[in-house]
């Protein structure tokens, strides 16, 4: 029975690692090779993040959790090495995260602002900032560690097991600063995201005068454009799309927060209370355990923040098919409708918050951003703009 636990959870580390592996390169690539995606600094930061994760901490992982490598034996200089590698990488995939949400929400409520003062600069100096704070959290961790030339197995060369003697006081830093800050930026952030998309998609319905007063045939195209929208979308379809959309909003917000909490809950909630507390554990499998569900946060990322949007499912799709040579097929023609149920969160919460800080921008587009409109739905205000 051992042998066959053994196993399995060998397979399931080397599935996650692999999903790692090939998810946070492929939406790396397909970011760095499309101009129009390098907008998203931080995803692909996050990318290259959980990548060197999956390079370097998910194999150490794996050789300490299982008995065959107990044989494995590390100099202090070698643990040291390792456990700071864990701690940054960690440390640099949640404030990253963190950013990322708070990004959004500026991006989603202060569309123009965003675009003000969201400057490669400051994109630069975000990135320094995450490195500089993940790697001071990390020094703080090998303070106090026994000199010399010893050796300790690699079962015991993690955070619990570590030798230093300042252990309890950086778990519990640790845990303020890497997790506990994080989970509250992240939770108010997308709250008050939702609450303002749900506002502004309540004041975006169109009331009934509206549809039933009758217009003056013009020949103009904003009286064309008029006549076609409202003969394509009609009052009675407008309002379940309308809480379709709000249902799919709360779904995706929780996702995205129940994703992070159950990844990184019970890994922090391990290390605090097994720092507070004076007892001891016997074995390391409590602590491979909480480890590998935080690891499993490097695979899950790519397609939390990366292929959900729809913008780089496109853009993916459109890499594979010239590395394929193969002709633009039918199939990934999006109609209207499937555009409107594929849009990710982001984009859902861009098209309800239009009419908060740029309703003169929205009011009076040109005549070819008229017929986008038509396709679309509304226009995003910031968004990095998709190839027809």
């Known amino acids: 029975q051992s042998i066959a636990q053994e196993v399995v959870g060998l397979f399931c580390m080397v599935l996650l690692t692999l999903i790692a592996l090939v998810a946070n390169t492929v939406v790396m690539v397909v970011i760095l090779k499309t101009p129009l995606l390098r907008k998203f600094i931080f995803v692909c930061h996050l990318c290259v993040v959980d990548l060197l994760s999956a390079i370097f901490l998910m194999p150490m992982g794996i050789i300490s959790s299982f008995s065959c490598f107990n044989r494995v034996i590390y100099s202090i200089a070698e643990c040291q090495a390792l456990i700071f590698l864990n701690i940054c990488f960690i440390s640099a995939s949640i404030l990253t995260i963190s950013i990322i949400s708070v990004e959004r929400y500026y991006y989603i409520v202060h569309p ?55 252990k309890k006081a950086f778990v519990i830093l640790f845990s303020i600063v890497c997790f506990i800050l994080p989970t509250i930026i992240i939770f108010a952030v997308y709250c008050s995201i939702y609450r303002v998309a749900r506002m502004a998609s309540l004041q975006r319905v169109p009331t009934p005068a509206q549809t039933v007063v009758p217009r003056y045939r013009s020949d103009s195209i904003a009286s064309q454009m008029t006549i076609i929208t409202t003969r394509i979308l009609p009052l009675p379809r407008l309002i379940p799309e309308r809480f379709l959309g709000s249902n799919k909003t709360i779904l995706t917000l929780i996702l995205i927060v129940g994703q992070f909490l159950c990844c990184w809950l019970p890994f922090f909630a391990f290390h605090l209370h097994s720092s507070v507390t004076t007892g001891s554990v016997s074995s390391g499998h409590g602590e491979m355990v909480v480890t590998w569900i935080a690891y499993s946060s490097f695979a899950i990322n790519p397609f939390f923040y990366g292929l959900l949007n729809r913008q780089i499912r496109d853009e993916l799709a459109r890499l594979r098919r010239i590395c394929l040579n193969r002709p633009l097929g039918q199939e990934i023609c999006l109609s209207i409708s499937e555009a409107s149920v594929q849009e990710n969160f982001l984009q859902f919460l861009q098209r309800a918050t239009c009419t908060l800080e740029t309703c003169a921008s929205c009011t009076s587009p040109s005549p070819r951003n008229r017929l986008d409109q038509t396709k679309v739905g509304f226009p995003i205000p910031g968004q990095v703009p998709e190839e027809s």
Request: proline share 4%; aromatic share 10%.
């Open 112 to 166: 123009m602002r965003y675009e003000v003062k969201m400057t490669i600069r400051l994109a630069v100096a975000g990135v320094i900032f995450i490195w500089v704070k993940s790697v001071l959290i990390t020094v703080l961790a090998l303070v106090d560690w026994p000199q010399g030339n010893g050796a300790t197995s690699a079962s015991r060369c993690t955070v619990y097991w570590s030798p230093g003697a300042n």
